[in-house]
C-alpha cells in the first residue's frame, strides 16, 4: 500500500471546520483514499473515501487534488465528539484486499 | 449500529493463562476477519488474518504459537492469547468486510498482571 503522511496532531474550535491533511504521493491509479477515526479506546470507524473526485456524506467531506498526491478531510462544523485520531490510508478499492495498514494518524483536539 | 462485536470489551488475567476474545460480525457472513493490536499511543499493527475453514495467515513476527486463531463459522472468529504475559497487555480489535468495506469490532483491552 502506498504510504500516507499526516500531522501528528491538530487543535480546532467547536463549531469551526476542521480540516485535516494528508500526503500521498506515491498512491497508485487504482487506490482509492480512505478516511477511518478512532475515538479513545475504540476501535476505528469508517468515515469516507473517494478515488479521484470529491466526496461528501453526512459525516464530511473530502477532497483530493487533481493530481491525487494528497486530500484533505474536512468536518465542516467540530464538536466536542469529534475528538479523535484519524486516519489517512490508500488501498485498492473492492476485490479482497482488505488489509489496511495504519499509520500513526492526526490527533484532532476540539477545544471548547 | 454496530456491525461487527467484540466479547469481551476488556480482560484481566493472571500471567500464565490463557484468554479467549470472539470477534462476530452482526446479520452478515464474513469469511475473512482481520485481527489487529494497539499498544498505548501507537497505531494499529496488523497480526493476522483469520480464515473460515482455513488457517489463519499470520504478519511477520506475529507468533501463530502463541496467538491462536480460530474461524469456525461465518460469524465468529476467536483469538486466543495463550500463556500470557504482561508485553501481551494491549488493544486488540477485530474488522470484517462487508459490502465492499471494512468494518471494526469495539476493541478487546487485555490486562494481564
Known amino acids: 500500500d502506498a504510504k500516507t503522511t499526516q500531522p501528528t496532531s491538530m487543535d480546532c474550535a467547536e463549531g469551526r471546520a476542521a480540516n485535516l491533511p494528508c500526503n500521498h504521493s506515491?498512491?497508485?491509479?487504482?487506490?482509492?483514499v480512505y478516511w477511518y477515526r478512532q475515538i479513545h479506546s475504540q476501535g476505528p470507524q469508517y468515515i469516507i473515501h473517494g478515488l479521484k473526485n470529491n466526496e461528501t456524506n453526512e459525516m464530511a467531506s473530502l477532497i483530493i487534488t487533481e493530481d491525487r498526491k494528497s486530500s484533505t478531510l474536512i468536518l465542516p462544523h467540530a464538536t466536542l465528539r469529534d475528538t479523535a485520531v484519524y486516519y489517512c490510508?490508500?488501498?485498492?478499492?473492492?476485490?479482497?484486499?482488505?488489509?489496511?495498514?495504519f499509520g500513526k494518524g492526526t490527533l484532532l483536539t476540539v477545544n471548547p | 449500529g454496530a456491525v461487527v462485536s467484540q466479547h469481551p470489551s476488556w480482560v484481566i488475567c493472571k500471567s500464565g493463562t490463557s484468554v479467549k476474545i470472539e470477534c462476530r460480525s452482526l446479520d452478515f457472513q464474513a469469511t475473512t476477519m482481520f485481527w489487529y493490536r494497539q499498544f498505548p499511543k501507537q497505531s494499529l499493527m496488523l497480526m493476522a488474518t483469520s480464515n473460515e475453514g482455513s488457517k489463519a495467515t499470520y504478519e511477520q513476527g506475529v507468533e501463530k504459537d502463541k496467538f491462536l486463531i480460530n474461524h469456525a463459522s461465518l460469524t465468529l472468529s476467536t483469538l486466543t492469547v495463550t500463556s500470557a504475559h504482561p508485553e501481551d497487555s494491549s488493544f486488540y480489535i477485530c474488522?470484517?468486510?462487508?459490502?465492499?468495506?471494512?468494518?471494526f469490532g469495539e476493541g478487546s483491552r487485555l490486562t494481564v498482571l
Open positions: 506515491t498512491i497508485s491509479g487504482n487506490e482509492y
Open positions: 490510508i490508500v488501498r485498492p478499492s473492492g476485490g479482497s484486499n482488505y488489509k489496511l495498514t
Open positions: 474488522s470484517a468486510p462487508k459490502t465492499g468495506e471494512l468494518f
